[in-house]
């Protein structure tokens, strides 16, 4: 069963890319899990800050490449936390387990109770959720314009 909410955008600002995260990540609630993908600079992590402004969490949204996932906590009671995760260290390991490495870093978080934003995690993170959304980035070549596409997927 595939989720209606789909679409697709040029982004020819950083302000636009960062528009569609905060559209996006108002759709989100605990448990959801966002898979973006996209060759480098192709806007992930400025995506990422728009769905954290979206949620309303603290810290600085930064790529987490080298510590694989950061917890950025709900300002709010009653909204969930944000995990940020950068797989792009596990591709190598096309066996790995995301969830135990995920497990591993103990960030005292349950993951059931945050949304959970998964750079270059296609094929990885779809199995952290039923529930997932799909984003696709592209920059045009000769050009600082991007194209998003986007899919919910419901198990």
Known sequence: MADTHAGTAELATPEE??????RLGAELRAGDVVVLSGPLGAGKTLLTK???EALDVDGPITSPTFV??????????????????????LLDHGAADLLAELDSLDLDTDLDDAVVVVEW???????LSDRHLDVRLERLSDSETRTAVWQWSVA
């Open 50 to 52: 728009g769905i954290a």
């Open 17 to 22: 890319t960062l528009a569609l995260g905060r």
């Open 121 to 127: 995690g296609e094929g990885l993170a779809e199995r």
């Open 68 to 89: 694989l996932a950061r917890l950025h906590r709900a300002r709010r009671a009653d909204a969930p936390a944000l995990v940020h995760v950068d797989v792009y260290r």
